[in-house]
């Protein structure tokens, strides 16, 4: 069987890149080469002393793991020699990282906004874990990088994608033209092609939330989440429970069968838990991308107006008729809300 490496992959389709210079091929190939070292390090972390708490605590207060520092590491290091990026947004640090002033990087065209590895409590546990990446074209050819440039809407992403340390380790990314889907051969060491323009079915059977906060969530999703429950055949109802705590994970099975996955707002999360930057508008892309939908309340996740590098959103992303669904909860909400006041 003939292969298809992402570098080829990404030569081949450089010409539908609104920019065609080759710099936004340069930069994936930089993102793929990170995931590899860190892929690396994922598969050997309880021989390599990899595993456990690093000793310190990102911005928002949360531990970092080993592996949540190394990762943060591999992917500054790529992007930084590559000299096509010229701001980094990462969770783990509180403010971006401005490359503009190294001389490799001055005339860096792409902000890119990382998740290093996401699901980090999943990583002492050998359970999948991720990384998350989204990239605009700054605004300015050059100089200073200014808050706009950094905080545009989901829309104006020009790449995003995610790579899958699993059972096989996957890359998976959209330049807005559809979403492709690349598994790591360990023999050669590359991305090759293994899920040519993956798209998402209409409809799934599977709901994905942390039950666990079920007493803290709205009732619109309380009622959302019965729905699921309830039988129905015709609907193929009760719909089966999926929920792994990786966003990264928990999205890939949602785009591969279908499905709904939710992390709403809730009384311990007032604006959701998940971040816009770097997990929910990369995921919005690449599940539109492949016919699906994802919505923060009423709101297109795409058309949410970005205020600072680690806000919080609620989100609700999938099969287009399951947030269609969960929507139309919201709806009677909105109803009940109008007709009272
Ligand atoms: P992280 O970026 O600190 O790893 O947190 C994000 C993760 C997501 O991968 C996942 O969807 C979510 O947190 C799980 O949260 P919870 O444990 O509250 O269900
Ligand atoms: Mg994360």
Redesign the pocket.
């Given at each position: 069987m003939s292969l298809k490496t992402l570098g080829q992959f990404i030569i081949e389709k450089q010409a539908d890149f609104p920019y065609a210079k080759g710099e936004l091929s340069r930069l994936l190939r930089d993102i793929g080469i990170a995931a590899k070292v860190v892929n690396r390090a994922v598969n050997k972390a309880g021989l390599a002393d990899m595993l456990g708490e690093n000793g310190s605590a990102n911005i928002?207060g949360?531990v970092q793991q080993k592996l949540d520092v190394f990762a943060d590491e591999q992917f500054i290091e790529a992007l930084s020699r590559g000299g096509e990026c010229c701001y980094i947004a990462s969770?783990e640090h509180e403010d971006g990282i401005d490359l503009s002033t190294l001389v490799t990087s001055k005339y860096g065209q792409y902000i890119v906004c990382v998740?290093p590895?996401?699901?980090?409590?999943n990583i002492d546990l050998n359970v999948s874990v991720?990384t998350i990446f989204s990239i605009y074209r700054r605004k300015k050819e050059s100089g200073v990088i200014e808050s706009q440039e950094v905080l545009q809407y989901g829309r104006e992403q020009v790449a995003a994608g995610y790579v899958i340390y699993g059972s096989s380790t996957m890359l998976v990314y959209t330049t807005g033209k559809g979403v492709n889907g690349f598994t790591l051969d360990p023999s050669i060491g590359e991305f090759c092609l293994s899920h040519p323009d993956m798209r998402i079915p209409k409809q799934g059977k599977t709901y994905s939330v942390?039950e666990?906060?079920y007493r803290k969530f709205p009732q619109y999703i309380k009622d959302y989440i019965k729905y699921c429950q309830e039988e129905d055949a015709s609907t193929s109802r009760p719909y089966t429970s999926r929920?792994i705590?990786?966003?990264?994970a928990?999205i890939h099975r949602t785009l591969i069968i279908g499905g709904v996955f939710l992390?709403p707002e809730s009384s311990a999360y007032p604006q959701g838990?998940?971040?816009l930057l770097y997990?929910c508008n990369p995921m919005a892309f690449i599940i539109e991308q492949a016919g699906g939908r994802a919505i923060s309340n009423t709101c297109r996740v795409l058309d949410i107006r970005p205020t600072h590098l680690h806000q919080r959103v609620p989100i609700v992303i999938g099969s287009a008729d399951m947030v269609g669904k969960v929507e139309k909860y919201l709806e009677k909400v909105d109803i009940l809300t109008a007709t009272e006041s």
């Open positions: 928002q949360e969770e998740d590895l996401d699901g980090s409590s991720g942390n666990g906060n929920y705590g990786s966003m990264v928990d992390y838990k998940l971040r997990e």
